[in-house]
Structure formats: C-alpha cells, structure tokens
C-alpha cells in the first residue's frame, strides 16, 4: 500500500516542504520501502504587508496540496520561546491549518522533539544531525536545502515511522 505523506515547517517568511512515498507491506516488512517525491519552500516578503503574505501562503499552499496530492500531512507542532516571532508563526500556521482543513487532508503533529527522537534517536540532536539522518533515509547525495525544506522532509519521515 502506497502512502504519500507531505511534511510541513510553518513559518511566515518560509515555509518548507517535503513530500515521500512510502510503501508499506504488512506481510512482508522488509519489503517497505520510502522515497523522496519533492521538497521545496514558500516564500513571503517582510517588505510586503501582512495580509498579503498570508494570502500568498493560502494560494500556494493550495496549488502545493493540488499538485501533489497527499494522503497525509504531517506538521510541526509551534514551540517557540520569542514571543514576537510566536505569534507570527501562529498567523501562518493558522493559515496553514485553514488550507489543509478545506483540502480534507489527514494531519498529524510532532514537536521538534519528536521529530529529532524519531530520526535520531536523540530528541537534543542539532540540525546537521537532523538533516543528515533525512538524507541518509531517503538515500540523497546531498542534504535537501534550504533547511526549511529539510525539515519538511524530517517531519513528513516523522509520520512515517509513526504508521
């Protein structure tokens, strides 16, 4: 059974995402198998005003969810000390949460400790360690970048595990 499965990063300036296909045989575990489909990141301008990047992340992300049709989405949960920078997030990730909701797609949500315990086995590990499991897993050559969209691909192999 095939199951494509999209990892979000929240952010109002950068929005990372990464997509997998997993195949899962419950008769044959060995036989499972993940692969990346595609990752990439939303972008939004501080120059620009508010609204409109909120807009642009509601438009793109619906063109994201339409072109790659996912089963499940997987998100990060907000964790945040800034307050200032956490409630930013939290306008983008409301946006973000309004979009999957009128795409009736699946979501589930980690934490960043989650996320680094899942694929490091150490919920402390630091991004380069985060980043290269993701790529060790998915068999790249390279670390995906931006980093945003590294970290979509972490929380979309998050779930993964999670099935």
Same mark, same amino acid.
């Given at each position: 059974?095939?199951? #494509?499965?999209?990892?979000?990063?929240?952010?109002?300036? &950068?929005?990372?995402?990464?997509?997998?296909?997993?195949?899962?045989?419950?008769?044959?575990?060995? $036989?499972?198998?993940?692969?990346? /489909?595609?990752?990439?990141?939303?972008?939004?301008?501080?120059? +620009? $005003?508010?609204?409109?990047?909120?807009?642009? @992340?509601?438009? !793109?992300?619906?063109?994201? =969810?339409?072109?790659?049709?996912?089963?499940?989405?997987? @998100?990060?949960?907000? %964790? %945040?000390? #800034?307050?200032?920078?956490?409630?930013? =997030?939290?306008?983008?990730?409301?946006? =973000?949460?309004?979009?999957?909701?009128?795409?009736?797609?699946?979501?589930?949500?980690? +934490?960043?400790?989650?996320?680094?315990?899942?694929?490091?086995?150490?919920?402390?590990?630091?991004?380069? $360690?985060?980043?290269?499991?993701?790529?060790?897993?998915? !068999?790249? $050559?390279? &670390?995906?970048?931006?980093?945003?969209?590294?970290?979509?691909?972490?929380?979309?192999?998050?779930?993964?595990?999670? /099935?």
């Amino acid at each position: 059974m095939e199951k #494509r499965i999209l990892g979000l990063d929240p952010g109002l300036a &950068i929005l990372g995402f990464g997509l997998i296909s997993c195949t899962q045989n419950q008769d044959k575990p060995l $036989e499972n198998s993940v692969n990346m /489909l595609d990752y990439g990141v939303i972008t939004t301008s501080s120059k +620009t $005003e508010m609204g409109q990047r909120l807009c642009t @992340i509601y438009d !793109d992300l619906h063109t994201v =969810i339409e072109e790659l049709q996912p089963d499940l989405v997987s @998100i990060e949960k907000l %964790f %945040f000390y #800034r307050m200032g920078n956490t409630i930013l =997030i939290a306008q983008a990730r409301g946006v =973000i949460m309004l979009v999957l909701a009128q795409c009736r797609v699946p979501i589930v949500e980690f +934490t960043p400790a989650q996320v680094k315990l899942a694929l490091t086995g150490y919920g402390n590990a630091d991004k380069k $360690e985060v980043q290269e499991a993701v790529a060790r897993e998915l !068999d790249l $050559e390279d &670390i995906p970048k931006p980093d945003d969209a590294a970290d979509g691909l972490a929380l979309a192999l998050t779930a993964w595990y999670q /099935l």
